[in-house]
């Protein structure tokens, strides 16, 4: 949890960042954390579930996502329409659509085994 725990908050600061804010209020780092886990929810609701904090295709859709929602530069409808297009891509990257470390696809060795030319 502890490593995760970092993680975050890098992201966390890479966001703040991002959105150009100084403030190191709590509330504010609140509301960024609950950004970038909405956002995280909403990418894992179109199947992209390798959220790794660490990948430029994650962190620039938290980003996007962040400024959409935090009315950055009088944009949020551009950034908005700049994540969506992100999501739909980042949702029909296979490398993208599994967890890291989870290899199991759902079928078992058998499945499609062909003994004596027939298919079992």
């Not at 609140?30 to 990948?55: H, W």
């Not at 980042?90 to 058998?110: A, I, K, R």
Request: proline fraction near 1%.
């Amino acid at each position: 949890m502890k490593g995760r725990e970092r993680m975050a908050t890098k992201l966390t600061d890479k966001i703040r960042g991002a959105l150009r804010i100084s403030s190191q209020a709590q509330a504010i780092t609140d509301e960024i954390n609950d950004c970038i886990e909405a956002c995280k929810r909403d990418l894992q609701q179109v199947g992209v579930n390798n959220l790794d904090e660490s990948d430029a295709l994650i962190i620039r859709a938290i980003t996007i996502y962040c400024k959409a929602e935090f009315g950055y530069s009088d944009k949020a409808q551009q950034f908005r329409q700049s994540y969506d297009s992100l999501k739909i891509a980042l949702s029909l990257m296979e490398e993208y659509q599994t967890v890291p470390g989870n290899t199991d696809t759902g079928t078992t060795e058998q499945e499609g085994a062909v003994e004596g030319g027939e298919v079992v």
